[in-house]
């Protein structure tokens, strides 16, 4: 969320974001109204506590005087402050819950270069990269090509596990290997520090990553416990410093996270969705990194390097869009996704679909996960955090396999996975 002193000192760039964002700016009136009235209660309650250690002392002194009736005179009084401390505790701590809650629903304060847009069909198209591969044959979805050879599963994952679940095999299950071991190297090779992180987290760091009620029909929920499945490893990492101050020597960190990936995916079931498209398990290579407010932005345009040389080194067609208002999360001022085409989607004729999101959260999440930098003049303030995919594997992979197809039925793999997948450059029907 955004820092409350940011809010009170930057009133009109708060209200003219959540405009520009589509929403009703006037919840910033209501969150300084709430913020108002819990620094004035504190005061009071403050000013009642010194009071209540002045009187205590008095007390003390009476007793020691023998004066006893002026000491239960005094005990007497403190019966009354005591209670209205109890009520004003009650009070000062119902007020933070309820302005803090109001502040999660504003958004982060948008980059300028945010186009405005209802939702994720007026994101603006920046760039592309590579050559639509042309076929002179009838071309197969990656449901078909996978299943003819014998690299997916997913009737026997539909009935042990539902929808959306498959097994992995043979060159499939090398392919998800190869194109994690692939990113992970590029990653270590420029200096990343490498961690596999928990696949669960409780709410208290869950939170520090994600706005849970906006995500609540995305993130798996552990019945009885404290505890909720991951969606990216991008909430454990930035919680790895939760409630830490780090040295302005030690920035910037960059981490390359290793995980699998659990999601619910409600909502869509359309054949280009199906497959390994969109599945509830998933494996995952992010980019994490923890830097200075001033350099942010210089870091974002890396983390966007790294995925599109990725990309670029498998061979697989791709666009760079920037994400509009109407698509934007209230975590991120800036996002752009790299959309990989699918030529077997749109009933064979192709599509871009996404595959990475590249996102500047500055001190939004820092700000929830109680996260600063300390300068070297002695003086603290929240560091700046952002995230990007490098490559998760099952979008690559169905990306592979309707890129690479060839008229015999094959699929080719890119030259950059050859090292990985043990001599096999060519993937052949059993």
């Excluded at 050879?149 to 539902?162: E, H, P, V």
């Amino acid at each position: 969320m955004l820092d409350i002193k940011f809010v009170r000192e930057n009133v009109k760039v708060v209200k003219s974001s959540e405009k520009k964002r589509g929403k009703d700016p006037s919840v910033v009136d209501e969150i300084l109204k709430k913020d108002t009235e819990w620094r004035n209660n504190l005061k009071s309650l403050e000013t009642l506590k010194h009071q209540r250690n002045t009187v205590s002392e008095e007390i003390n002194k009476a007793k020691k005087n023998k004066n006893e009736k002026e000491a239960q005179k005094k005990i007497k009084e403190m019966k009354d402050v005591v209670n209205q401390i109890k009520e004003l505790e009650d009070d000062v701590g119902n007020l933070l819950i309820n302005r803090n809650d109001l502040l999660k629903t504003v958004g982060n304060i948008l980059h300028k270069s945010v186009p405005k847009g209802k939702d994720s069909s007026e994101n603006v198209e920046l760039r592309k990269f590579g050559k639509k591969p042309k076929f002179d044959f009838k071309i197969k979805d990656h449901i078909e090509l996978a299943e003819e050879l014998d690299l997916i599963d997913l009737k026997t994952a539909a009935m042990n596990s539902g929808a959306r679940f498959y097994y992995l095999k043979n060159e499939g299950m090398l392919l998800s290997q190869a194109i994690q071991k692939f990113a992970i190297d590029r990653l270590f090779k420029k200096g990343y520090t490498l961690i596999q992180t928990p696949y669960m987290l409780n709410r208290a760091a869950l939170e520090g990553g994600v706005n849970i009620s906006e995500f609540e029909d995305t993130i798996y929920k552990i019945e009885g416990e404290d505890l909720y499945l991951i969606a990216t490893s991008e909430h454990p990492l930035v919680a790895l410093r939760k409630d830490q101050i780090i040295e302005e020597k030690e920035l910037p960190i960059t981490i390359c996270g290793v995980s699998a990936c659990f999601r619910k995916e409600l909502g869509t079931h359309g054949r280009d969705d199906k497959g390994i498209f969109r599945v509830h398990q998933f494996n995952k290579v992010e980019q994490i990194i923890y830097c200075k407010p001033e350099d942010s932005y210089k870091f974002f345009e890396e983390l966007q390097k790294n995925s599109e040389e990725l990309f670029k080194e498998l061979e697989i067609p791709f666009r760079v869009v920037q994400i509009c208002t109407g698509d934007l999360g209230n975590k991120q001022a800036l996002q752009y996704d790299i959309e990989a085409w699918f030529p077997g989607q749109n009933e064979k004729k192709g599509s871009y679909r996404e595959v990475t999101s590249c996102s500047n959260c500055l001190d939004y999440q820092a700000v929830t996960l109680n996260t600063k930098i300390l300068r070297k003049d002695g003086t603290k303030e929240y560091v700046h955090l952002l995230n990007n995919t490098a490559l998760t594997d099952t979008r690559p992979i169905a990306a592979i396999i309707e890129n690479f197809q060839t008229k015999q039925g094959t699929v080719k793999i890119p030259k950059a996975l050859w090292p990985y997948m043990n001599g096999i450059t060519e993937i052949k029907k059993k």
